[in-house]
């Protein structure tokens, strides 16, 4: 969590980009190269570094194409390591297994990829995820209120206390954070509940998708949910890497976002 | 799931195969090898094929080696469609995502590897499992209640109309299964669960995971959930992958799990 802190306040900037490296959506020019995914990354990690506190691949993306998917995330991984080692790297991979096998999952994100942190799916509780939570060098960032249309499915089961995502922002705040190490994931396009998540998690920072494409909005979002220190992550993906320039993208939502919240330092 | 219940009534055996192979647990001679989880896995194949009604390797042994075990996973499935057609494959990812990400998993474990079946994590909900649901060659494996010990959390979260898990059996059956291509995940060690998971979804196939290590008993399974076509698929890994002989405890395990439920043909 220090790294993103350090982060945040260095470049004064709550935007995470979103490494959604499409094959199909790739420029022409990078699909003729040998390593197209890491080759596009490298133009837009050069491209936005100066503007974000976070890149976040999602792993669906590269294992897509297989083997050499995951090679490319891995070369894109190194490439950060060299070149940006203070930008928080957050792997989007949900997983959520039991024990012995998120053991697993764990080594091959933070061990082998080399990532910060992870994005985790809370169905299986707390104890499945220990081999996660356990690593307090590493961020686990679980799914609480999604962004997707049909979130609200078994989200918004209503318990005895609470909805079933409530219930999971409150067990994440009172018992798995035991060492400042977790964050929850929160959609934009729910500011309503993002508001509520701040009211169960007041110092917990959230990693909030959904702006742009998915149709969540910036103020609402920051009016919602941030706080003193920052507070949310602001991801966007297709919105800032498929654009012509986007070091301009990237640039001008870092400053839309800066407009409804003056970080300190800003 | 007509190859499912083609090779359940040939080889007369609900027995599923975990193929876990996680490298620290190998013989030594496989390590040895230039590729050394394909070989191993080979080897299980050759030994229990005769046994079995499904593989089901869970993909988390193989990420925890990067591109190298990923590589090996798509040899062995290519190994599987060479020599064992007939035989059902499931890859235990547990994915779950937006609809969007989830078209790219869906690509990676159906078309790339080549699974006839994923076991999905229902949180987000059908909406955003769309891509894999509306496969109808394939099939859905659904987690309901899980097999860990901790799956109480948020799975037993009572609602207005029974448990969370309960919810999402309903769900399953009355809307999201409008292809006859869904299947739930069902812990063996939850006999009492898996009996009122009979009750809901009545001649659905559940996916049984939990049995030998995790201390779930055949007997008991078979007891609650067993249908008349079968019904279930019992899942062993460790129990038999690392035996001295895996050929010989496969075909125990079979031959105990038919001693509670005679088999149509046996």
New interface residues.
């Given amino acids: 969590m220090k790294k993103l802190l350090n982060r945040v306040r260095k470049c004064n900037s709550l935007l995470c980009v979103g490494l959604?490296s499409?094959t199909s959506k790739l420029p022409k020019k990078f699909l003729k190269t040998k390593h197209p995914q890491y080759e596009f990354n490298k133009w837009i990690i050069d491209e936005t570094n100066k503007f974000v506190c976070a890149y976040k691949p999602?792993v669906?993306?590269y294992?897509?194409?297989?083997?050499?998917g995951?090679?490319e995330l891995?070369m894109t991984m190194e490439y950060l390591k060299r070149q940006h080692n203070n930008i928080f790297t957050i792997c989007d991979a949900?997983?959520?297994?039991?024990?012995n096998?998120?053991q697993?999952?764990a080594?091959?994100i933070f061990d082998?990829?080399g990532f910060d942190a992870v994005t985790l799916?809370?169905?299986?509780?707390?104890?499945?995820l220990e081999p996660f939570l356990n690593r307090k060098d590493k961020v686990s960032i679980i799914?609480c209120r999604?962004?997707?249309?049909?979130?609200?499915?078994?989200?918004d089961?209503?318990?005895?206390r609470g909805k079933?995502w409530e219930?999971?922002a409150w067990?994440v705040v009172t018992s798995w954070d035991k060492d400042g190490n977790c964050m929850l994931v929160i959609g934009a396009t729910y500011p309503k509940e993002l508001k509520r998540a701040r009211a169960i998690a007041k110092n917990m920072w959230f990693l909030v998708p959904g702006i742009g494409a998915?149709g969540g909005s910036i103020k609402e979002a920051m009016k919602a949910g941030a706080t003193k220190e920052g507070g949310l992550i602001i991801n966007s993906a297709r919105n800032i890497i498929f654009e012509k320039t986007p070091g301009d993208a990237a640039r001008r939502l870092k400053e839309e976002i800066n407009s409804f919240y003056p970080l300190p330092g800003s």
Same sequence: chains 1, 2.
């Avoid at 949900?94 to 024990?99: E, H, S, T, W, Y």
């Avoid at 999604?146 to 989200?155: I, V």
């Fill in positions: 959604d499409e999602n669906a993306f294992e897509s194409r297989g083997d050499r995951i090679r891995k949900k997983r959520g297994d039991v024990g096998t998120s697993n999952y080594e091959a082998w990829l799916n809370p169905y299986l509780g707390a104890e499945a799914l999604t962004s997707n249309p049909g979130a609200g499915e078994f989200q089961l209503r318990t005895s079933v219930r999971i067990n998915q």
